[in-house]
């Protein structure tokens, strides 16, 4: 069955820092993979999207995520965090060749200290 | 532009009564429609989905249903609610194939008494 994996439930991360958030996932086709963000009490927002081609991928609010296949991997990574980024973020792999349903992962949320 | 809207935002229920949550979309015809529930630690849920009126698939054996009685309008139903149906519930929009996201509501908070 298809699934998505996020190893790390909570992360801190200084303002300015860097931030990596993994994601791994388990699919037998080539997968289409996401990247959410959620605020408090908000719905999610994509921040981007891999389906073909460059293996890194760029979105908004400064993110990047690169898909690695031979590791089954589609971690995020921003080189400077803001306190803003402060949410839960959600790698999610879209299944189904007619529903097109999404599967996410359990989420990480990030903590931003001054 | 396309909007979704889902109501009430916050929502306490005492045990055993019923439910009704509401998603509406506009501004797009025909959209593929989704449930999401989100339990504390868990992520996601995938509830159920639609992609017509009258058609609901259904994820996972539950307390719930759901009907698509137009278009646009996606409800989500319990005739007595558990104290495990606590949870944010989130509604999605989306379109045939991956290339356009899912465009979600701001949930509702739903609390179980």
């Known amino acids: 069955a298809q699934s998505v994996t996020q190893p790390d439930i909570h992360i801190t991360v200084s303002e300015g820092a860097s931030l990596e958030l993994r994601c791994n996932y388990s699919?037998?086709?080539?997968?289409?993979l996401f990247w959410y963000v959620q605020s408090p009490g908000q719905g999610l927002q994509l921040l981007l999207k891999?389906?073909?081609?460059?293996?890194l991928v760029q979105g908004i609010k400064g993110f990047e995520a690169e898909f690695k296949r031979s590791q089954s991997s589609f971690n995020l990574r921003k080189p400077s965090v803001h306190w803003s980024d402060a949410a839960e973020y959600f790698c999610?792999?879209?299944?189904?060749?007619?529903?097109?349903?999404?599967?996410f992962g359990a989420g990480t949320t990030v903590t931003v200290r001054a | 532009s396309q909007t979704i809207h889902q109501w009430p935002a916050t929502l306490v229920q005492p045990v055993g009564s019923p439910l009704s949550l509401e998603c509406t979309v506009e501004?797009?015809?025909?959209?593929?429609l989704y449930w999401y529930r989100q339990a504390a630690g868990r992520g996601l849920q995938l509830l159920f989905y639609?992609?017509?009126?009258?058609?609901i698939s259904s994820e996972v054996p539950q307390n719930l249903s759901a009907s698509r009685p137009q278009d646009r309008q996606f409800i989500l139903s319990s005739k007595k609610l558990l104290l495990s149906d606590s949870g944010f519930y989130l509604c999605?929009?989306?379109?045939?194939?991956?290339?356009?996201?899912?465009?979600f509501g701001n949930g509702t908070r739903l609390t179980v008494t």
């Open positions: 501004g797009t015809s025909n959209p593929n």
């Open positions: 639609s992609v017509g009126i009258g058609q």
């Open positions: 699919y037998g086709a080539t997968p289409y």
């Open positions: 999605a929009w989306g379109r045939t194939g991956f290339n356009s996201p899912l465009h």
């Open positions: 999610a792999v879209g299944i189904g060749s007619n529903d097109y349903k999404l599967s």
């Open positions: 891999y389906f073909s081609g460059d293996t």
